[in-house]
């Protein structure tokens, strides 16, 4: 570039020198042979050292001390000139010298505004080394962009820190938290790695471990105590029975006392059984004992007998129809009536309902509910009323198919029997479509059948079953917490957070940022009512998104409410989930 040996003097040239470095504002270094660009990064900030960009000292730029005319040879500026205020807008226009940062001595800093471009940039010529510093400087400049991103995003101040790191801890905001810090370098993922590892994975896991130890023992101490419990009742009634003998009890005065006791049909008809076997000799202590054993014995109820016919025909039918075969020929019925569904759900999964062509499935449903009506009837016909009635599976299946029964009426008598293009305007409540719906979901639940016919599908249920009877008075506590806690969001946030009217729904949702509470619409998880804060607490307890909970109530409602769902969290997601697997782990299988 060519050396600038003096300032012009003209008032309006003046304006274009940057008032920070005492480089030209336009980018565009003016001479009468010369139409050059300086370089780009001289524009946006200091980023020379002392001595200055090598460019810059070409062009007869100063560094942060002096001005320098040529490479090599500065000269201080005058202080007379720093006295003029010669030195504040333009440079030194006595001495012929380019303006170097206002002087100490310098009582203020004149910066005036920026005046419209000498030339277009079209017109501009970059050096090569300008394009080399500008990429250098454009990537610092987003490594301080995501850093501020990161600082003022998750880590602002103690509190933002805090709160970050908590829900970090239930990798619900896993790697949304990272990435800023992540993409200006790869080390800091070390940070976030490390506290996952410990926190999430090590701690939580430990808590689980602490729980489980605390309760260890717990199920099988509380039947200990219930069956000692027990066994010393049973002995106070053999004492108090056994003095009007003294020798023992006799039968008749112990069944005149168990048909006042308390428990069940089966159980005082096992007992009684259990004593009439004994002939009438004195029960010792022992043996009454022994005699209340049978409480803990399951009772096997017996199906009714089967009907009897005389006709050998009868007979044979009887024996084909109530045989476990015909069970599997409805399993595999049921089956292949799921299979056609699902094609015809797969087949018409880009035509819109309304659309629709429900000929040939309306003719499937009423074949296949036809078959399911005459399995019942031949059912009943082989096993009895009764004996249809005491199978758990048979109740089942009948419920499920005459309410299948009532719907194939219902839509028959509404739109008429199905034909080709059979696609009719909705009638009543519910459409053509709708009814359909509620058939096919019919027949997924009578599909269940088939849980007591594969042994491995029964002990899965049955374990189910087992563990909903054992954790009974668990629910309850949990019920209990589920219900303070609702009532107490309730006083505390009802009304906090208002929906937007429809009308303005879809703007606010457009400027709101994203993976907020306004974009993610998450209005109705909210605490105006009972049912309400009960969805919003189950919400929360999952931990998937709860971070969206904490940022929208913490901004309408105030940063203490942090510490309500900071709460709620540790009490159901990490004390009761804990506590849970924990009673888990203790019932276990039930055994074969």
């Known amino acids: 570039m060519l050396l600038l040996e003096r300032v012009p003097t003209d008032p309006e040239l003046h304006h274009f020198l940057h008032p920070g470095l005492g480089l030209y504002r336009d980018p565009v270094f003016a001479h009468e042979d010369c139409r050059r660009a300086l370089p780009l990064p001289a524009l946006g900030a200091a980023l020379w050292p002392d001595r200055g960009h090598r460019g810059a000292v070409l062009a007869g730029l100063h560094d942060r001390r002096v001005c320098e005319v040529l490479p090599g040879r500065a000269r201080p500026v005058p202080e007379e000139c720093v006295a003029a205020g010669l030195h504040r807008g333009a440079g030194c226009v006595c001495c012929g010298l380019d303006r170097v940062p206002l002087s100490p001595l310098s009582g203020a800093s004149a910066h005036p505004p920026a005046p419209p471009p000498l030339l277009p940039a079209a017109e501009l010529l970059h050096d090569e080394e300008d394009l080399e510093v500008h990429p ?262 009948g419920l499920v198919t005459l309410a299948l029964l009532v719907l194939e009426i219902l839509m028959l008598a509404v739109y008429g029997f199905p034909y080709r293009g059979w696609k009719p305007e909705m009638r009543g409540l519910l459409s053509l479509w709708d009814m359909m719906r509620l058939v096919n979901i019919l027949i997924v639940f009578r599909f269940l059948r088939i849980i007591p016919n594969m042994k491995l599908m029964a002990v899965v249920a049955s374990t189910i079953l087992g563990l909903v009877q054992n954790l009974r008075a668990f629910g309850g506590i949990l019920v209990v917490v589920y219900y303070v806690f609702a009532i107490l969001g309730i006083n505390l946030f009802q009304g906090a957070i208002v929906a937007p009217a429809n009308d ?29 804060a009960l969805i919003t607490l189950w919400n929360v307890m999952v931990v998937n998104n709860w971070q969206v909970f904490l940022e929208a109530y913490e901004r309408y409602a105030g940063r203490w409410s942090l510490v309500y769902f900071v709460l709620w969290w540790l009490v159901s997601s990490v004390i009761w989930v804990n506590l849970f697997l924990a009673l888990l782990l203790e019932v276990g299988p039930p055994q074969s």
């Open 136 to 397: 250098v400087v454009a990537a610092r400049d987003g490594q301080d962009e995501h850093e501020k991103k990161e600082r003022l995003t998750y880590f602002q101040n103690l509190l933002d820190a805090f709160t970050s790191l908590l829900v970090l801890l239930t990798t619900a905001n896993n790697p949304d938290v990272m990435i800023p810090a992540y993409s200006e370098n790869r080390a800091y993922a070390i940070f976030f790695i490390v506290f996952t590892l410990i926190g999430s994975l090590f701690l939580m896991n430990l808590l689980t471990a602490i729980i489980y130890n605390q309760f260890r023992g717990y199920l099988m101490k509380s039947l200990q105590t219930s069956l000692f419990r027990r066994r010393l009742g049973t002995r106070a009634a053999y004492e108090v029975l056994c003095s009007l003998t003294g020798v023992g009890v006799m039968p008749q005065d112990f069944l005149q006392v168990l048909e006042k006791a308390q428990l069940s049909s089966s159980q005082k008809q096992a007992i009684m059984e259990k004593v009439r076997s004994l002939d009438g000799v004195l029960l010792s202590a022992d043996e009454f004992q022994k005699v209340f054993s049978e409480v803990d014995r399951g009772v096997v109820r017996e199906h009714p007998p089967r009907p009897c016919y005389r006709s050998p025909l009868l007979q044979s039918a009887q024996f084909l129809f109530g045989h476990r075969y015909f069970d599997y020929l409805g399993n595999c019925i049921t089956l292949a009536n799921l299979v056609s569904i699902c094609v015809f759900l797969v087949l018409d999964e880009d035509v819109a309902p309304s659309d629709r062509d429900n000929f040939v499935l309306g003719v499937l449903s009423c074949v296949f509910i036809m078959y399911y009506l005459l399995e019942l009837l031949l059912k009943v016909f082989a096993l009895g009323p009764w004996g249809y009635l005491s199978y758990p599976e048979n109740l089942f299946d």
């Open 504 to 532: 303005s729904l879809a703007h606010d949702n457009g400027s709101a940022p994203c993976g907020s509470f306004e974009q993610l619409e998450y209005w109705a998880n909210n605490f105006d009512d009972f049912a309400a």
